[in-house]
């Protein structure tokens, strides 16, 4: 079981930003895919993005050209730039990791990090 640790949420104004950060207890090298999902009030949660051990990234529909995540060799972490922030986009942000167990793929969660988009 991998542990991650988030910091970053918050509340910001229509159109203002904010940067996510994921810390893992394990190497990020060790960690098939790493990805931040988030789950508003009522709805399932959804994948925003994610980024594998190749550098490969991927974005849900709504966030592309807004969102950005990367990750940091050297600090072992990952992280959502989140640019141009709308309302819609207030949720739990969670940090996840697949790992690659033979032919399995375990998922572990972070606890979770309020992000909130309003005037």
């Known amino acids: 079981q991998v542990q991650l640790v988030e910091s970053g949420g918050g509340l910001v104004q229509p159109g203002g930003s904010l940067r996510l950060s994921c810390a893992p207890s394990e190497s990020i090298f060790s960690i098939a895919g790493l990805g931040w999902y988030r789950q508003a009030p009522g709805k399932e949660r959804e994948l925003v993005a994610r980024?594998?051990?190749?550098?490969?990234?991927d974005y849900v529909n709504s966030v592309k050209g807004r969102f950005t995540i990367s990750r940091s060799l050297g600090k072992n972490s990952v992280y959502l730039q989140m640019n141009s922030l709308k309302p819609e986009d207030t949720a739990v942000y969670f940090c996840?990791?697949?790992?690659?167990?033979?032919?399995?793929?375990?998922?572990?969660w972070g606890s979770g990090t309020q992000v909130t988009v309003s005037s």
């Open positions: 996840a990791a697949e790992i690659q167990v033979g032919p399995q793929v375990l998922t572990s």
């Open positions: 980024i594998s051990l190749s550098g490969t990234t």
